[in-house]
């Protein structure tokens, strides 16, 4: 299967095809070098049979998600579980706690000590001093 967007381009491209066909020098292959797409000239030659696949590149060739007999895609986590407590017996009792508390988190996770702050905080910048207007003028003092 080929994206509609490269569809799109490939027959837009098409419509160049008799002024191409007249001139084949001044197609310039841009849509072939740019985009790995037939262009014009190429194009050309299957005005009545149909665009090989080998000439679209294949990043415009997508998958397709079509039922392949497949019911449920099967996911399981016990190869994970199994690992994680091996690796658990292997850590000392330092490394059992952490990890306890890690799984916790996860499966507790509205349990967990995290709160929002309790203010807004103002992090724009430094406190400003108050200052008197003629010390933040940029006039040049006249008195040189």
Not at 70 to 76: G, R, T
Not at 111 to 131: D, F, R, Y
Request: aromatic share 8%.
């Amino acid at each position: 299967m080929v994206s509609s967007y490269a569809l799109n381009q490939i027959a837009t491209e098409f419509e160049r095809v008799h002024y191409a066909s007249k001139n084949p020098s001044r197609c310039g292959c841009v849509f072939r070098t740019t985009h790995g797409l037939p262009c014009a000239c190429e194009l050309s030659k299957y005005v009545i049979g149909t665009i090989p696949l080998e000439t679209i590149h294949m990043f415009w060739q997508r998958l397709s998600f079509s039922d392949q007999g497949l019911s449920e895609p099967q996911v399981s986590i016990t190869e994970e579980m199994e690992t994680i407590s091996k690796r658990f017996e292997e850590l000392d009792a330092c490394g059992k706690v952490t990890l306890k508390s890690k799984l916790q988190e996860i499966t507790y996770h509205d349990l967990n000590s995290i709160c929002p702050p309790p203010k807004e905080v103002n992090t724009k910048g430094a406190q400003k001093k108050p200052m008197i207007k003629h010390q933040r003028s940029t006039k040049r003092d006249t008195s040189y």
